[in-house]
Structure formats: structure tokens, C-alpha cells
């Protein structure tokens, strides 16, 4: 099976769209989505009803959880909670009940996603440390397990007790060892790099490749801008971050 892995789309409906084309040019036979499909961004039911279109396997993000309504704001900082209020006002009934029904984890054939980690996927702590990561490895049923939320791709390998970070876009995966892929974010990737990222799984040949794919950013920033979101969710498109 070849899996299209992404998530961390806030609301973009430019990055989204870049991606899906991407995908298409590779032959895929899931697409699975690791939640924040809204919040910063000016397309939030765009977005959802893309999801939707694609019929992919979706979890939860913590921005889809505040949008319906099912979280609270105060932990975000003060631009994230501005769009998030703006998106719970946005959305339309059929996106709303989209979003509140999605699980917080799910497993697959050899692997398992959640948005954020395995551990406490409610409380959508990041993934940071060695530490986060043996707490998730020691809940991780599959040998591999995606998550975003921290919008940064980096792949985490459990080897013997040792655990070992790559920021290698090609990954192997190897017999007998663990690993945790954040597949980085489509619309608001925060590496510097501001590139749309995503994964490829191959499930048979046993590999895993992050692909980047570039996108119409300025439009992006223009609807953010129009919309009277903060300018910030849009400038720091531009540069990654």
C-alpha cells in the first residue's frame, strides 16, 4: 500500500490544493490527515469539505477541537486564539460536525497516527524531547507512528533503547525498530522552509520520503489579510516560520 500522509493545513486552501496535485502525480491508494485542517489561516470550510471530498482517515487537531467548541483558547497565543474565535464564527454546519466527530487516534494496517503524540493525545503536548518520545514509543502498538502539531519535519528511530533523530527527507524503515514521523505541515510549516511538506509511505517497499511542494503563498497572505486575521499568520508564510 502507498499512503499520502499530511496534515497541518490550517486553513490554506493554496497549499492544500498544491499538495493534492502533487499527490496525484505519484500513485497513492490512501490519504490520511493528521488533523489542524482549520485555524490561522482564511479557508476553513474549503478546507474541510477537501477532507471530506478525499475521503481521507482524519484525526483531530487542537485547532479543529477549539473551532467546535470542544477546547478552550487560553493556551494559544493571542494571534492563534483571534483566528481560532474567527473560524468558530466561519464555519457552517456540516463543517462543525465533521471536525467534532473525528477521533483522536487511529490505527492502520502497520502503523498508527494521533495529531500530536500516543501518550495523551487530548492534551496535545509536542513531541520535543527523547523523553516525549519514549513516552510515545512505549504506547506505540505499531512499529511506526505519524503525528504534526509541531509543523517541523523530523523522523525519530528507536533502536535499542536509544533513540536516534533524523532529519533525513528519504527514511527507510528498518525490521524490529520503532519510529515516530512528523510529516512537518502543509499550510504553516515552521522549519524555515516555507515549502508545503508531506509523506509518502510505502508500506511494501518500506520506505517513507517527505516531499516538499511549493504553493501561492501571496495569495494566501492576501486572503489572511482581507479576511482581518492577524498579519502575522500571514508573514511568517513567507518565510517558514
Known amino acids: 500500500m502507498r499512503y499520502a500522509i499530511f496534515g497541518d493545513i490550517h486553513a490554506n486552501m493554496e497549499a492544500m490544493d498544491a499538495v493534492i496535485a502533487d499527490i496525484a502525480n505519484h500513485k497513492v491508494d490512501r490519504l490520511v490527515c493528521l488533523g489542524d485542517i482549520v485555524g490561522y489561516g482564511a479557508d476553513p470550510v474549503a478546507c474541510v469539505e477537501k477532507i471530506k471530498e478525499l475521503d481521507c482517515v482524519t484525526v483531530a487537531g487542537n485547532h479543529d477541537m477549539v473551532a467546535v467548541g470542544m477546547m478552550n483558547p487560553d493556551s494559544f497565543n493571542l494571534f492563534a486564539r483571534i483566528a481560532a474565535l474567527w473560524t468558530r464564527n466561519s464555519l457552517n454546519d456540516e463543517s462543525r460536525a465533521f471536525l467534532k466527530d473525528l477521533p483522536l487516534t487511529a490505527t492502520m494496517n502497520n502503523f498508527q ?65 520503532k519510529m515516530i514521523v512528523n510529516v512537518g505541515s502543509i499550510g504553516q510549516p515552521r522549519d524555515e522552509n516555507p515549502m508545503s511538506s508531506y509523506a509518502l509511505y510505502d508500506s511494501e517497499m518500506r520506505k517513507i520520503v517527505i516531499k516538499r511542494v511549493s504553493y501561492n503563498i501571496e495569495k494566501t497572505c492576501k486572503k489572511i489579510v482581507d479576511a482581518k486575521l492577524p498579519e502575522i499568520n500571514a508573514e511568517r508564510l513567507r518565510y517558514g516560520r
Not at 137 to 156: A, D, M, N, R, Y
Open 113 to 177: 497516527i494521533t495529531h500530536s503524540n500516543l501518550f495523551a493525545p487530548s492534551l496535545f503536548e509536542y513531541i520535543q524531547t527523547s523523553y516525549d518520545a519514549m513516552r510515545n514509543f512505549e504506547c506505540q502498538e505499531k512499529p511506526l507512528c505519524f503525528v504534526g502539531h509541531s509543523h517541523i519535519p523530523v523522523t525519530l528511530v528507536l533502536k535499542q533503547d536509544t533513540i536516534v533523530f533524523t532529519l533525513d527527507s528519504e527514511i527507510d524503515v528498518e525490521p524490529n525498530v
